[in-house]
Each structure stands twice: as C-alpha cells, then as structure tokens.
C-alpha cells in the first residue's frame, strides 16, 4: 500500500494486511481472540469496501487513478471515514479496545503501530484533498474519547488502546496542513509504544495489579517504563513532547489557536491514565508478591 | 394503545364464529394460540391460556414510572464511573484480595436467585430456597427424584439447581463484571454430604456458544460445621449442553457479561438434598499458581 501508486493496489494492500494479521490475533483459539478477531475483520472489510468506493466514485469524475489525484469532494469525505475506521480515530474507534484485549501483547503491538501505517501513508498521500473541518472533529472526538474512556480501565491493554486513539487525534489534526510532522508524530509514537509493549511481554503483564509486582522481576526495566510512558504523555523533556509542541505550533501560526487549546485539554485526561500506569509500575513499592508462574525468569 | 388492544380482544372474540372476515385473516398469526414451528408442549409445561401479547402491560403511567427508575439507574452508574473502576475508588482495585458477591441476608437477596428443577422437562424433583435461621444464610431443599419422564426421548432426569440472575444496568443493558483480580472463587457452605456442580455462564460474543458451561464439583461434608470451600478458577473445565469439550480453554473473566453463577445437584441419587449458603465470594489466592489445570501443553508442536 505504502509504495503504490494506484487505488487498486492499494486497496489490495490493505486488505491483506488485514487477512495477514488475523491468525495472529486468534492465535489461542480462545473464544475472546476468536471474537477480537471477527470484530477487527468485519471492521476492515468494511472499511476497505469503502476505500475501493471512494477512489471508484473519484475515478468516475475525474476519470484516473492516481491516489495522489484525489479531487472529487465526496470522495474525500468518504476515504477521510474509511481510514477512520481502519485506524480506529473517534467516532469508528469502538472496535480498537476489544480487539487488543482479546489478542496477545505482540500482536497487540503490530495492530497499534505496524496496522497503522499504511493508512496513515493514504491520508499523507491525499492530505491536499481531505476536509480539515471533518478531520478536526474528529480528532478532537478521539482525543477527547481515548482520554475519558481510558480512565478506568484497569486491562492494559485496553489503557494502551485508549492512547492510540488519543495519539491518533494528534496525528489526524495536523495532517492537512504539515503532513510531515503527522508521520514525525507517527514515527515517535510507533518508536515509544513498542518500547512499552515489548517491556510488558517481557514481563507479562497484562493488568494493573500485576503492573505494581513487575518491579520485582526487572526494576530496571520498570523504571526506564516509567519515563517512557510519560514520554508517551508528551511531557517534556521526554521525546514524546516534541510533536506535540510541533503539532501546536503549527496550529496556532494556521490560526487554529481554539483548536490547539482544546485538543491539549483533552490530553490532559490521557496524561491521569499514563500517570497511573507509571505510578504503578515504578513509583509505588507494594509488598512482594508473585501471581502467575509464567513471570518468574532466572536470567 | 387502549383501541387496539380492545380491538384485538374483540377480534379474538369473533375468531370463533366469524372466520370469513378479511380482518380476522389479517389477525390470524395473532389471534392463534400455536407457535410457530411446532404445537408439542412439553410434560412439565402448563398449557398457554392466555395469547403472548395479552401478558404485555400497556399502561402510560407505568411506562413513565419505569423510565424514571431506569434514568435514575443511569444516574447512579454515571457517579459511579466517576468514582473509579466497577465503581470503586482505583485503590482498592489494586489492593482487594476478597469480594463478597452474593450473600443471604434478606429476601431481597434469594430474589437474586431463580429455582429450577427437571420439572421441566417433566421430571418430579422438588427444589425450594428460603433463608435460614436468624437470616444467616439460604437454605436450598429439595428432593431429587431420577424418575425419568415418559416422553419417549428422554433418557436421564434428576436434577435441581439454583443459578443467580444477571446483573443487568439501565435500560437492561449487560453489566460487565471485571474479576481479573482474583483468581479463585470461595463459597461458605454448609452442605449434606451430597456432591453439587458450581457452573458459570459467561454470554459469549458468539451465539454458537450460548450453551457453553464451565463447571467444577463441590464436595459437601455434611457435617454440623461451615466449610470454606475455594475452587480456582483454574479448575473450571468447559462444557457444551451438558459434554464436556476436546478443546478446552481457560475462563476468563476480565470482561464478563450477563455472568451467571449456578449450583446444580445430579448426583443421580434419589433422596432429599439440603445445602446453606453463607455468601459466595471471590479470592486472590496468592498461593495459587496454576494458569489452567487442562491440557497445559502446547498442542500444536511443530514436527
């Protein structure tokens, strides 16, 4: 998808993406995965659906192919729902939570980082033509929804569903009028979410209160999660901060102050869960306590 | 809403008499008493005397008063999400190691309860709850009887059981429960010797598997003294109507909706069966280390 040039393989890029992805996420055969992974097949289907008709009513009008070409306003509106649902940006987010919670954590991981990409490389490819109103909606909607939904989650990896969402709101606010700084935001994000997926696989962690035993295992490790998530939470000096200091910038030249209130408003509720998640792993000491078999490792 | 009601009693009326009007021809499938498959009723059912939609209450203002509780439902369940997690602050998520779901103390709490027996399926087992002494605890009595039916298809009856509602929010919406924390349930009974079956329900996604079960056995000492009973979840096995599964998998019950949990005695013993029930808890045993007792081994080795 990423190096087509064409809707059509594109689209088929898109959709074997998804085909690939979902024996990860049934791995277990446990009915929870199996069911993680009907949702994430029938919302991608149907989002690919879209896409192919979108870029079908574009071709109609303007009579090409090109993804870079796409002109027709109505086809805009529809890919802009498209890749919504395929990312999971509010309000097509439903689908994200439960699909991560009923798959592994290193499948978890390529859904939150690896999935995401080719989408975003459709809206960074069509950025020129896409609606900013619409996409301001929604994501100020995600980082709204990804921060108040995440609050009592006490499943991480529902909590890390709830940032992405979040995250992607910055991304999909600033793509119509820095297109790079969303991939830059992208890159980053990418980078500090498989820092702390892989440092839960190696724990094995996958709720809150295995999280406060973790030190345990590896106190180095839980303390470098600490400062990574808050660098997730885009507090500074961490490297987190940068595209969001970026991101605002860039609105407010493009005389979107409001905007840029209003969004880091809303990141303040992802930065309580963020602040949880570190103050469970690292600032509180509960006493010594194992609960699964698996955790223990003598190396 | 009154008019029609009147005029579908009226035109149930006339159905006997009148069968050549358009109108009744039109009401037909309503004015029926039959189902629509099949009109066989089992041994143990009454007959229908009265048409399916002649139960349904029409009245406004008990329309109005049930919004009302349900609004005020939801007003609860949005305080509660402000307070935390399941409605608890966070802290106590991290740090409870017990929780006592059911316990009988009232009648309200037996109400939480729903009896059933093989009566069913027309069998002549006895199952009655009420609440013991000084209002300390169920008792759940009856008699089993393993008479089997004579329905011709039938070939095992004698069974009782006693499975709790499940907690439904506003405007009947499925409540999840979310019992990552714990890993075993504990139940305080005082038993008769008898074995009983704990069974959980836990409404799947998919409705191939609205039968599935997962059970494990209580073992009643029958003595004069409480026992504290525990079964880790990980014991619990997966059965489907009533067989147990090749492919088993452990319960999971991060998210769990519409749980029902159930105590069911088929011991296949004719006889009269007691059993009291002080609360039914859950419990992170910390000394508890097994994921899952079945089949722990990777199935699907490479060769």
Known sequence: TISSNHWILAWAGLEINTLAVLPLISKSHHPRAVEAATKYFLVQAAASALLLFSSMTNAWHTGQWDITQLTNSTSSLILTSAIAMKLGLAPFHFWFPEVLQGSPLITGLLLSTAMKFPPITLLYMTSSSLNPTLLTIMAILSTALGGWMGLNQTQIRKTLAFSSISHLGWMAIIITYYPKLALLNFYLYTLITTAVFLTLNTTKVLKLSTLMTAWTKTPALTAILMMTLLSLAGLPPLTGFLPKWLIIQELTKQEMAPAATIISLFSLLSLFFYLRLAYCSTITLPPHTTNHMKLWHTN | MALAVMLLNGASFHGG???????????????????????????????????????????????????????????????????????????????????????????????????????????????????????????????????????????????????????????????????????????????????????????????????????????????????????????????????????????????????????????????????????????????????????????????
């Open chain 2, 17 to 303: 008499c009148c069968r050549h009007k358009v109108l009744l021809s039109l009401l037909g499938p309503l004015l029926s008493n039959s189902k629509l498959y099949s009109s066989y009723r089992r041994p143990g059912a009454e007959p229908e005397k009265k048409l399916s939609w002649q139960n349904a209450d029409f009245s406004f203002k008990k329309g109005i008063d049930h919004l009302k509780t349900q609004l005020n439902l939801l007003k609860k369940e949005a305080q509660e999400y402000l307070q935390g997690p399941g409605g608890h602050p966070v802290s106590q998520c991290f740090l409870e190691q017990t929780r006592v779901l059911w316990q009988f103390r009232s009648q309200e709490d037996l109400n939480k309860w729903v009896l059933s027996s093989d009566v069913e399926i027309g069998g002549k087992s006895k199952v009655y709850i009420k609440l013991g002494r000084n209002n300390q605890a169920a008792l759940l009595y009856g008699t089993l009887n393993t008479d089997v039916p004579r329905d011709g298809e039938t070939k095992y009856s004698g069974y009782c059981s006693m499975r709790s509602r499940p907690a439904v929010g506003s405007f009947n919406r499925k409540k999840y429960y979310d019992w990552s924390n714990f890993n075993s349930l504990y139940l305080r009974v005082r038993g008769d010797g008898r074995p009983w079956m704990v069974n959980i329900y836990t409404d799947p996604y998919f409705s191939h598997q609205k039968d599935d079960l997962y059970s494990y056995f209580m073992f009643t000492r029958g003595g004069p003294y409480w026992e504290e009973i525990k079964i880790p979840f990980s014991k619990f096995f997966l059965s489907s109507r009533g067989r147990v599964q090749d492919n088993q998998h452990p319960v999971w019950l991060d998210k769990a909706s519409f749980l029902t949990l159930g105590f069911t005695i088929g011991d296949k013993v004719d006889g009269p069966f007691q059993l009291e029930i002080d609360f039914i808890g859950l419990l992170n045993d910390r000394a508890h280390r097994e994921e899952f007792a079945y089949e722990p081994y990777d199935k699907n080795t490479p060769v």
